[in-house]
């Protein structure tokens, strides 16, 4: 269970760091006749308080030190600007616990995680605006490598805008803790290239090799690396000139940079690279995100001519037409009523989002410098975005309801397990699954619970069908959606993650509902037999009982009872391996390969031979005489070995090659 917990842990450090051409897949349809729904999305705008500086800045001070201090975060910065200009800025808590540093947010620098993907996406904008780069053009005409055809169609600029490439999740080398910096980009992306698991355009699943590979165009058709090109291109035009994306950061800089937490109460992490720099390397202050918001909501401002500031923002494809989609590079957030884009990022101690409302011409922006308590970090900003929205945009909705039959019927339907698109699907680490798939269940009710979304507090959440596959949390804003073809959920989506990201039904095989619970069994019925060998032959030795058993049975007797020790003991070095790889993430660039490759010669051989030995135990102990427990055991043991060698090849514990 330890191993399942790892892994599990290990999808979590997988940050999204926080996504087709448009989409004509058609909305979901019940099976039967459509039911009855009331009148819904009828809103009334109540009055709001007037967004002004000196009531932002009351609202800010009446939730950000008391979020801080409740979750154990450090620090935080928020940026609020509206109507051309910097409405307020703010620092909250410590850069520096233990020099009692305040954070200032024109000063301090954060790191940003996968907010620096809108620096790489705005980039990208420019070279089309120049007309040195194609949405709908291969990819391949800009690289000096080439990324393969998947079934014959090629990856343009637009897939990678909006995370539609088709590509495995890579995890190897995708972080460091390096004093030498991040390698050169174009051989970071050469060496790394991810398997395709999805056809271009047809799948979002989040990538930071897409984003990079996109910067990498850049630097193609500009001519300039990418760092240097967003300092002449970006921050010098936006006005930024405490921004960066080089790692390590400038010595100008150094002084300024907050120290990253995992709690605000413990101590402080080092300097975190990401070799992927354009998808998750950026460093900034609060005051500098303020002026990118700017650029982006004066209609592209110095970045963008307006034809493309609009190009950028409004062209939206959706997986799900019920929920938000994804526009080119950022993606919609969309919320009481308002069309909202936005982006995230977090990596192992910083956290941040922007969100713009483009036709109100107001953004906000934080940033933490620690995840805090069961990661608060999270609920904070969602938090903190949900509680301005209903304060300065606040309106009533009166959502439909589908009739009661029918939504029963439509809750069974969504019962099962899934898989994220984004995951990874190619190498060992897919055995994370084990614990990270996600189940849709019923309550006593009848209503869906998707484990994948908890409340605030970590409650489940009440799901209320609103329309046909369409539910919403009786508590939040939360929706959730189907894609129903044929009578069957295809994939479901959260409106905060369905730009990006969707959730798949698991083929049976491999489905973690009864491959979890049987492969934790059987990891147990292995162990008692491997313990149960040594104890039994002292047990006749004490009491001098010999064995009748003729040789042969007693050599598969003893053969599958070491192999079983042998199975305990690789699964227990594939932990060990676990563990080793979250104890710091640097070790994923190779520095524990040798233990990889043994685990991968060592897994095949006695899973293979457990099975071998386990089934010819089996023809011994029903063919001689044997008792009842015996022969029940035999059996028992013969499906252990199934299941294991099920789940090694399931789940690329056996494979040929270190790639993750």
Partial sequence: MRFLKSCGLLAAVMLFGAVAPPMTESAARPPAAAPSVEPRDMRVSPSAPAMVKSDVDAWLDGYMPYALKRGDAAG?????????????????????????????????????????KLFTWTAVMQMVEQGKVDLDRDVNAYLDFKIPAYDGRPITMRNLMTHTGGFDEVQRALNSYDPNGAPPLGDMLKRSLPKRIYAPGSTPAYSNYGTALAAYVVERVSGVPFDTYAEQR????????????????????????????????????????????????????????????????????????????????????????????????????????????SHAGDSINFHSQLWLFPEEKVGIYMSMNAGGTQNVSGPIRSYLFEAFADRYFPFAQRDGRVDAATAREHARMMVGTYNKTRRIETSFLKAMELSGQVKVTLDRDGRIQFSASSGMGGQARKWVEIEPFVWRDEGS???????????????????????????????????????????????????????????????????????????????SYRVTRGLAGLAVAVMAGWFLFASALLSDFSSMSGELDWALIM???????????????????????????????????????????????????GFHLIAFDTHF
């Fill in 76 to 116: 935080a910065v928020v940026v609020v600007v509206k109507d051309g200009a910097v409405l307020t800025q703010r620092g909250f808590g410590y850069a520096d616990v233990a020099a009692r540093r305040p954070v200032d947010p024109e000063m301090t620098l954060f790191r940003q995680a996968s907010v620096s």
């Fill in 234 to 341: 970006i921050f010098a035009s936006a006005g930024m000139a405490r921004s960066s994306f080089r790692q390590p950061l400038p010595a100008s800089l150094r002084p300024l940079m907050a120290s990253g937490y995992k709690l605000g109460s413990g101590k402080p992490g080092r300097f975190e690279i990401s070799n992927l720099a354009p998808a998750g390397g950026l460093t900034t202050s609060g005051a500098d995100m303020g002026r990118f918001m700017l650029a982006h909501l004066n209609n592209g401002g110095a970045l963008l001519k307006p034809a493309t500031a609009a190009q950028m923002h409004g062209t939206i494809s959706r997986a799900i037409p019920a929920l938000n989609g994804m526009a080119l590079g950022f993606y919609e957030q969309n919320i009481n009523g308002r069309k909202a884009i």
């Fill in 477 to 555: 804003k939360a929706r959730l959606a189907a894609k129903v073809e044929n009578g069957r959920v295809t994939r479901i989506g959260l409106d905060s993650s369905s730009p990006f990201m969707l959730f798949e039904p698991v083929p049976w095989y491999l489905s973690s509902a009864w491959l979890t619970p049987a492969f934790l069994f059987s990891l147990g019925v292995l162990l008692l037999t491997a313990i149960a060998w040594p104890v039994s032959a002292w047990a006749r030795r004490h009491y001098g009982v010999k064995a009748t058993l003729p040789p042969a049975a007693v050599k």
């Fill in 599 to 649: 685990l991968l010669i060592a897994t095949p051989i006695v899973f293979m031979g457990l099975l071998a030995s386990a089934a010819w135990n089996v023809w011994h102990v029903w063919t001689g005489k044997r008792g009842r427990f015996a022969k029940s055991w035999s059996v028992v043991l013969l499906f252990c070995a199934v299941v294991l060698l099920w789940v090694a090849l």
